[in-house]
C-alpha cells in the first residue's frame, strides 16, 4: 500500500508555483517564443508548432492536428485558412471520409519547415555551446525530469522527414552516391563523375516551378535524396534522378516516399510523363519503380563504372496513374 501524500504547506506550496511560472518567464524569453516573428521567420508561435506537426505527417487532418496541439477547433480553422493563403498548406478532401480534408504542406511549406528546423537546432545549438560538457549534461537531463514528471507523452513522429535542398547537399549527394555505390557494386569512380555532373546541371538551370531535390532526414542526419528535373530534349517530360536511400535508413518507405513525391510534383507541373535511367542490378530501386506504376521500355548492354552492365529506360505515364 502506497503510503499516504503529505499536504505541503500553503507557503511552500505557493513558493513553488512562483519558481515554475518564474522559469517558464525565463524560457519564454529565452527562447523568443513571445516575438511576432519566431526565430526571425514570417511565422508566429502557433503557426510553427502547425507547421512543425504537419512535417511529421505525411498527411493530417484538422482533427487529428487539434488534438496532438490542443488548439480549439476554431482558432486552429483559422490558422490553417491563413497559411493556405500564404501557400504553406495544401488540402484536398479524403479518399475513405468524403467529410474530412487531407493536410500537407506544399513545396513551400516543405521550405519553410527546413528553415524552422534549421534555425531552431542552431539556436538550441548556441544556447548549448556556451555551458561546459558536464552543465549540458546536466541541463539535458534536467529537461527529462521535468518531461518524466509532469507526464509528457512521446512524440507520435514519422521516423524521417523530407525538405528541399540547401547548401551543402549536393556535396553530400555526390559523396554518398559515389561512396555506396563502390560499397555495394563495385562502381569506381566514374560514377562519382557523372553524379556530380548531373548535380551540376541541376543547380546551373534550377527552375524551382517544374524541378525539386528532396533530401531525406533522420535524426537531424541526411539519409536519403531524389531529383525532378526537365528532360533536355522530351518537352512535356520529367526525369526521376539520383534516387539514394542510406543503409541504415532502408525499410522505412523513404525510397517509395521519395519516388512519390517526384509525381505529385510532376503532375502540379502539368508534365505528361516522367521518365528514368536506371541499371538491372539495382533491384531495390526497380521495385519502387514498377509499384509507382512505371514501365519498362527498353534495355541495353553497356561496360560502365569498370562493370558489365544492362541499362534500362523506364516511363510513368502520369495520365495513367491513380491520384493518391
Known sequence: MAPKATPTPPAELSRRIETVRRFNRFYTRQLGLLDEALLDSRFGLTEARIVYELS???RSTATRLGEELGLDLGYLSRMLRGLQKR????????PDDRRQYLLALTRAGQKAFAGLNAASRAQIEAMLSKLPELDQDRLVRAVEVVENLLGTQPEQRVPYLLRPHQSGDMGWVVERHGLLYRAEYGWD???????AEIVAAFIRGFDPRREACWIAERNGERVGSVFLVRHPEREGVAKLRLLLVEPSARGLGIGRRLVQECTRLARQAGYEAITLWTNSVLTAARRIYTD???RLLSEEL?????HELVAETWELRLSQVKRG
Open 56 to 58: 511529421q505527417h505525411q
Open 87 to 94: 501557400g504553406v498548406v495544401g488540402r484536398r478532401r479524403s
Open 292 to 294: 509507382e506504376g512505371y
Open 189 to 195: 569512380e566514374r560514377f562519382e563523375a557523372l553524379v
Open 302 to 306: 553497356h561496360h560502365s563504372f569498370g
